[in-house]
């Protein structure tokens, strides 16, 4: 009797102790797949990496004067928002101001010069000269009676050689001064010659050509805004010294309401980005963070990288393709910033595999399925 139930113990012991063994490779079986398959979905979601930076929507522009001189004034501080042609500087401008009035006065000269041959002379000039010609048609008529009235005398004797000559010369200088006011009073009274006409248009078009350069000189002392968006930065303050060859930078502007990353896809990745995907960002200076993005544009050449992240396994002389990616409208990051971009696959369950581009299709946003 004592033997059968130390048999029984035994065996129930036994029974415990398998069924403990089993539950065990159990639950140790059902973690291994929860991690495998965890670990199969890390793999899924980011298909490639790659180092970028934090750029405006539409690049910065950095902004220079187009003249040499000093500022005068600075009117935009950094973070100002500023319209496209804003003027955000200016130059000191008295000699181009100078220049300027004195060729509006050229141009004003030169249009009353043109205007007085157009319309000719004045009534007054023109009323002038016909007294003139009525005063030296007397004057004429009366030296003509006194030659006719001398010439019998002196023929007859009676008055001598010298009063005929006298009068004859009288009459000739009336001749010769009536001759001259009538061509005066033709000149007054006919109408422009052609070639003055377009000489004086000549002269007006150069001087308003004059106008127009000063204009311009004076127009390069004020510093625009190329686009519209926020001053980033001002590298520059009232009275220092610009050129324009080379280029002072002066401040740099960029459209901050949209943000971009320009990162650098190494060479081996460059198969699996396709304009359209999906992008997960991160940077240092945000840990536990991540912000959506969408890939933009895919560059058509590959070229040196861009961007230099400083870490020990950068390769500084590997090949990189551009991609712009697009983030998600209220994202708000320091332009400049250096990141990490993700690109991502959403996986399609956890058995069959995961989303990504296809190699045969390059056309945006096409995707295979990719199985073990």
Excluded: C
């Excluded at 007085?116 to 016909?130: I, Y």
């Excluded at 010439?151 to 007859?156: H, Q």
């Excluded at 006919?190 to 308003?208: F, G, I």
């Excluded at 551009?322 to 990490?340: C, M, T």
């Amino acid at each position: 009797m004592k033997m059968s139930s130390r048999v029984v113990a035994i065996l129930t012991f036994l029974g415990l102790a398998a069924l403990s063994l089993f539950l065990f490779q159990s639950i140790e079986s059902t973690q291994s797949t929860a991690r495998a398959t965890t670990s199969l979905a890390g793999v899924a979601q980011h298909v490639a990496a790659a180092p970028g930076m934090v750029e405006p929507e539409g690049e910065e522009r950095e902004i220079a004067a187009q003249a040499t001189g000093v500022i005068r004034e600075m009117r935009v501080e950094e973070n100002d928002e500023v319209a496209a042609g804003q003027i955000i500087a200016a130059l000191d401008n008295t000699e181009q101001v100078a220049r300027l009035e004195s060729a509006r006065a050229a141009l004003a000269l030169r249009q009353a010069e043109l205007e007085r041959l157009t319309n000719g002379a004045r009534a007054e000039e023109r009323r002038e000269a016909r007294d003139a010609l009525m005063e030296a048609d007397a004057a004429l008529d009366l030296a003509r009676r006194e030659h006719e009235r001398r010439l019998p005398l002196t023929k007859s004797g009676v008055s001598p050689q010298a009063a005929l000559d006298q009068a004859t010369s009288h009459w000739n200088v009336n001749k010769a001064r009536r001759a001259a006011i009538a061509e005066r009073l033709a000149m007054l009274e006919a109408p422009p010659r052609a070639e003055d006409l377009a000489a004086a248009r000549a002269r007006v078009r150069l001087a308003e050509a004059d106008v127009a350069l000063s204009e311009a000189l004076l127009e390069k002392t004020l510093v625009r805004s190329p686009i519209a968006g926020t001053i980033l930065r001002r590298s520059r303050v009232a009275g220092e010294a610009v050129t324009h060859v080379p280029p002072t930078p002066i401040a740099i502007v960029g459209n901050v309401r949209g943000l971009r990353v320009r990162a650098d896809v190494d060479e081996t990745d460059v198969g699996k980005i396709v304009a359209g995907q999906r992008v997960e960002v991160t940077a240092d200076a945000f840990p536990n963070q991540k912000f959506g993005g969408r890939v933009f544009r895919v560059s058509s050449r590959m070229g040196s990288k861009m961007v230099q992240t400083g870490r020990p396994t950068d390769r500084v002389d590997a090949k990189a393709l551009q991609v712009l990616i697009d983030l998600d409208p209220g994202v708000k990051l320091p332009v400049g910033l250096r990141v990490d971009a993700y690109f991502l696959v959403h996986p399609l369950s956890a058995q069959t595999g995961w989303l990504q581009p296809m190699k045969a299709q390059k056309s945006a946003g096409r995707f295979a399925i990719a199985r073990d």
